[in-house]
């Protein structure tokens, strides 16, 4: 099975800042990667699929980029609507695993 | 107008079984594959089972193999989770998502005695 892990786990930072979330898989999984947003409460929301391509809709201060077994989620300029959780799936192969999670705040 | 919506979630004995169902509107199920996740309260993102595309391959989850099935009725473009032997640790919200776009809303799912 191939395991995901991100980092931070959680993390704060004021308004503006460029923040950056990194995903590792166990294997290699080309750019079969995606992320996901939610907000406490909700479901989630895809942001970005194929490792780079952003779902229609979600704000160009989202960028994703990776291939392989090392992945990033980067927000250029953080705003207080970005606070939430952001999740990793590998879906290269089952089981289509999901990261652990990143908690995003504002400082 | 893209939408999953979820239903058949509830209270359930321990060994109980539910079916969620997941219709879809918007698009066809047959031109994605679809997933079932669930999330525990407090927890993270957990893949419980996935079917293709053209609904050929069926994968699930070790903690769910054997007791749950994925399915599909493309007559009415929905999405079902037939969940059997229902263990406390199955307590979960359950969502459906096609792989990396569109996400329901979610159905709860208690197992408790």
């Known amino acids: 099975d191939i395991q995901m892990t991100q980092s931070p786990s959680s993390l704060s930072a004021s308004v503006g800042d460029r923040v950056t979330i990194t995903c590792r898989a166990s294997?290699?999984?080309?750019?079969?990667l995606a992320w996901f947003q939610q907000k406490p409460g909700k479901a989630p929301k895809s942001l970005i699929h194929s490792a780079s391509i952003l779902q229609r809709g979600v704000p160009s201060t989202f960028s994703g980029s990776g291939s392989g077994t090392v992945f990033t989620l980067t927000i250029s300029s953080l705003q207080p609507e970005d606070v939430a959780t952001y999740y990793c799936q590998q879906y290269d192969s089952s089981p289509l695993t999901f990261g652990p999670g990143t908690k995003v705040d504002i400082k | 107008q893209v939408q999953l919506v979820e239903s058949g979630g509830g209270v359930v004995q321990p060994e109980g079984s539910l079916r969620l169902s997941c219709a879809a509107s918007g698009f066809t199920l047959n031109s994605y594959g679809t997933q079932w996740v669930r999330q525990a309260p407090g927890k993270g993102l957990e893949w419980v089972a996935f079917?293709?595309?053209?609904?050929?391959?069926?994968y699930y989850a070790d903690s769910v193999k054997g007791r749950f099935t994925i399915s599909r009725d493309m007559s009415k473009n929905t999405l079902y989770l037939q969940m059997n032997s229902l263990r406390p640790e199955d307590t979960a919200m359950y969502y459906c998502?096609?792989?990396?776009?569109?996400w329901g809303q979610g159905t709860l799912v208690t197992v408790s005695s």
């Open positions: 294997q290699g999984v080309s750019t079969h």
């Open positions: 079917i293709s595309y053209d609904a050929t391959n069926k």
């Open positions: 998502a096609t792989i990396a776009d569109y």
